[in-house]
């Protein structure tokens, strides 16, 4: 599993012309699947995720997590980054997950988002998006489930 997460002042996302998620202050993540990934790993990942201290303090160190800054969470399904381009122009995204499997964990991570209290804004699964934001910083942070949960794969 891996997540791109943006630090924002707001991000938005539309399809079909339609917006179907917006934020404010907070977090916009991209998330990819593949098939080795399971709930252990989605909850490790989102751990990770609504922890990460990468908000200012009042000294302007980053030592602020979301939920310290009532900060918001945009969700967005990204198979590509399971992009594999070492060979050739195009890339190959055999390692991404199924469609099937990776909405089901999508859907996980989203609702379990949810759960923990976090105003949580989605895209939707499968379709052309079209997304704004704002990086605030600019600030971005890469999570790969192989380094923080390498253990918790069922290769």
């Not at 991209?30 to 201290?53: T, W, Y």
Request: glycine share 10%; with cysteine.
């Amino acid at each position: 599993m891996r997540f791109l997460i943006q630090r924002v002042t707001h991000a938005s996302v539309k399809v079909e012309g339609k917006e179907t998620g917006r934020i404010g202050n907070g977090f916009f993540v991209l998330i990819g699947v593949e098939d080795g990934d399971n709930r252990a790993v989605a909850d490790k990942m989102i751990s990770k995720l609504l922890g990460l201290r990468i908000f200012d303090d009042s000294e302007g160190k980053s030592n602020l997590a979301l939920k310290d800054v009532d900060g918001e969470l945009l969700l967005i399904s990204q198979f590509t980054l399971y992009a594999d381009a070492r060979h050739g122009n195009r890339p190959s995204y055999i390692n991404a997950g199924q469609p099937d499997f990776a909405n089901e964990m999508y859907e996980y991570i989203v609702e379990s988002c949810r759960a923990e209290g976090y105003k949580t804004e989605t895209g939707v699964f499968g379709a052309e998006m079209k997304c704004e934001l704002l990086n605030d910083g600019p600030f971005t942070i890469w999570l790969d489930s192989r380094e923080i949960c390498p253990r918790l794969h069922e290769d």
